[in-house]
């Protein structure tokens, strides 16, 4: 510092004294009796106009001065006045990340400096956020050149649906992926949210294309709500219309399989139970029967994937089941299919993806937990059916799309025929995969 002090004085102490000068004239100038002198014109045009050059370079370097102490005393890095045009967006990061949906959208209403500096951190990072916070990320994203009003509707749609709604939307969609249905990430656009603003798979569900290896479509899995609270799926028609929190099959049995009805005492309120009559005809296609052969879905989602492994099934094809379903008392072994057929119908027994849980009017409860992933290269289930009247066998079944392994008999074992699922199964049914798989006794 007293290297710059003594490289400043001298500069500085010719200053004060031209500016000492300059104030003493300007006072003599001020007082006196400009009539009697007799000033010509341009001698005061031209003494204005030097007033007014100097005081911009006055202006100038007190600019300069105050930059140069801001920029010692703060080690910045460039010197230069803070507008309110020039917010910093770290800390407007800061911000955003701990506020509430309601918070920003008063952020947004406020000054456009303001909203000017939200926009790009929003599209930037608060929207990545919420996509990765809802465990869809590489499953959903949003059209890049949408406007800024659809970037906060597509967060607060992110942000409102919650790991859970959203969480169940990417299984779907995965389930989905695997049989060849849609390619993953969807992109949502503008269009999307102008028409579905609120629920998630409504966003989503036109892109799942349920076509045939002929090319032919047979419709997706676009939901269409009404006026009245109607949904419909597949076919905005009538008779395609599904119900949400219906009334349960035979509510009044007097033992239910389940102890408790699963699907009131797990119950999701953004995956609510849902009815539906709709079943897939070889040669008609999508159809639907009467409310009495129609089922229950635990929840939406046990829907949207039991409808897209149906079509994989019937109209696609390439599965094969377990020759013989193998029924086997619930408490043999430990109780093991006690606790699977007893546990939350909405998760996924250990080493499965997915699960499925329906029930039917007649009195037959079922569940299905999808054995592989969307990294395998073919895929497998395993069904466990109740019929009626019989609450204590469970029906089990496995279904498969593994190529049967090479140089095995078409009549031996289903084990050594697809020994990557039987691997999968034996790791699900723990102690009573020796009865499912191999014939042992219970």
């Given at each position: 510092?007293?290297?710059?002090?003594?490289?400043?004085?001298?500069?500085?102490?010719?200053?004060?004294?031209?500016?000492?000068?300059?104030?003493?004239?300007?006072?003599?100038?001020?007082?006196?009796?400009?009539?009697?002198?007799?000033?010509?014109?341009?001698?005061?045009?031209?003494?204005?106009?030097?007033?007014?050059?100097?005081?911009?370079?006055?202006?100038?370097?007190?600019?300069?001065?105050?930059?140069?102490?801001?920029?010692?005393?703060?080690?910045?890095?460039?010197?230069?006045?803070?507008?309110?045009?020039?917010?910093?967006?770290?800390?407007?990061?800061?911000?955003?990340?701990?506020?509430?949906?309601?918070?920003?959208?008063?952020?947004?209403?406020?000054?456009?400096?303001?909203?000017?500096?939200?926009?790009?951190?929003?599209?930037?990072?608060?929207?990545?956020?919420?996509?990765?916070?809802?465990?869809?990320?590489?499953?959903?994203?949003?059209?890049?050149?949408?406007?800024?009003?659809?970037?906060?509707?597509?967060?607060?749609?992110?942000?409102?649906?919650?790991?859970?709604?959203?969480?169940?939307?990417?299984?779907?969609?995965?389930?989905?992926?695997?049989?060849?249905?849609?390619?993953?990430?969807?992109?949502?656009?503008?269009?999307?949210?102008?028409?579905?603003?609120?629920?998630?798979?409504?966003?989503?569900?036109?892109?799942?294309?349920?076509?045939?290896?002929?090319?032919?479509?047979?419709?997706?899995?676009?939901?269409?709500?009404?006026?009245?609270?109607?949904?419909?799926?597949?076919?905005?028609?009538?008779?395609?219309?599904?119900?949400?929190?219906?009334?349960?099959?035979?509510?009044?049995?007097?033992?239910?399989?389940?102890?408790?009805?699963?699907?009131?005492?797990?119950?999701?309120?953004?995956?609510?139970?849902?009815?539906?009559?709709?079943?897939?005809?070889?040669?008609?296609?999508?159809?639907?029967?009467?409310?009495?052969?129609?089922?229950?879905?635990?929840?939406?989602?046990?829907?949207?994937?039991?409808?897209?492994?149906?079509?994989?099934?019937?109209?696609?094809?390439?599965?094969?089941?377990?020759?013989?379903?193998?029924?086997?008392?619930?408490?043999?072994?430990?109780?093991?299919?006690?606790?699977?057929?007893?546990?939350?119908?909405?998760?996924?027994?250990?080493?499965?993806?997915?699960?499925?849980?329906?029930?039917?009017?007649?009195?037959?409860?079922?569940?299905?937990?999808?054995?592989?992933?969307?990294?395998?290269?073919?895929?497998?289930?395993?069904?466990?059916?109740?019929?009626?009247?019989?609450?204590?066998?469970?029906?089990?079944?496995?279904?498969?799309?593994?190529?049967?392994?090479?140089?095995?008999?078409?009549?031996?074992?289903?084990?050594?025929?697809?020994?990557?699922?039987?691997?999968?199964?034996?790791?699900?049914?723990?102690?009573?995969?020796?009865?499912v798989l191999d014939g042992q006794a219970p």
């Open positions: 510092m007293t290297a710059i002090r003594e490289q400043l004085l001298p500069r500085v102490q010719v200053y004060r004294l031209k500016q000492a000068q300059v104030n003493s004239c300007i006072d003599q100038l001020l007082w006196m009796d400009t009539a009697a002198a007799a000033m010509a014109p341009l001698m005061v045009a031209k003494v204005s106009r030097q007033f007014a050059a100097v005081s911009d370079l006055l202006a100038e370097l007190a600019d300069t001065i105050n930059s140069t102490i801001a920029l010692t005393r703060h080690s910045r890095t460039q010197a230069r006045l803070l507008h309110i045009s020039d917010i910093p967006a770290s800390p407007m990061s800061v911000i955003l990340a701990l506020s509430d949906l309601t918070t920003v959208s008063n952020l947004k209403s406020t000054a456009r400096p303001i909203r000017n500096a939200l926009r790009p951190i929003v599209r930037r990072l608060r929207l990545p956020k919420a996509i990765e916070r809802a465990r869809v990320g590489g499953v959903v994203q949003f059209d890049d050149q949408l406007s800024h009003g659809d970037v906060m509707k597509a967060m607060w749609v992110m942000e409102e649906g919650g790991e859970g709604g959203w969480g169940e939307v990417g299984d779907t969609l995965s389930v989905a992926e695997h049989c060849g249905y849609c390619q993953l990430p969807v992109t949502v656009g503008a269009a999307d949210l102008q028409t579905h603003a609120t629920k998630a798979w409504m966003l989503v569900g036109r892109y799942v294309a349920l076509r045939r290896p002929t090319g032919q479509h047979d419709g997706t899995l676009e939901l269409f709500r009404h006026n009245n609270n109607e949904v419909r799926i597949i076919r905005n028609e009538p008779n395609f219309t599904i119900t949400l929190n219906p009334p349960l099959p035979l509510p009044s049995r007097p033992v239910h399989p389940f102890s408790q009805h699963p699907f009131t005492h797990h119950a999701k309120t953004h995956d609510p139970p849902v009815r539906s009559c709709l079943v897939w005809q070889n040669g008609v296609g999508w159809a639907t029967v009467g409310a009495n052969n129609g089922l229950v879905y635990a929840s939406a989602s046990s829907m949207l994937k039991r409808l897209v492994l149906r079509h994989r099934l019937l109209a696609v094809g390439g599965f094969i089941d377990s020759p013989t379903t193998v029924v086997v008392d619930r408490s043999v072994r430990g109780g093991h299919l006690d606790r699977i057929m007893t546990q939350s119908q909405h998760a996924p027994l250990n080493g499965c993806s997915h699960v499925m849980a329906y029930e039917c009017a007649s009195g037959w409860c079922g569940q299905a937990h999808r054995l592989t992933s969307s990294d395998d290269p073919f895929i497998s289930w395993i069904f466990f059916i109740i019929q009626p009247g019989n609450n204590q066998d469970v029906h089990v079944t496995i279904r498969t799309s593994e190529a049967p392994a090479a140089g095995v008999p078409h009549d031996a074992p289903f084990t050594q025929r697809f020994p990557r699922t039987a691997a999968k199964v034996r790791r699900v049914l723990g102690p009573t995969a020796a009865i």
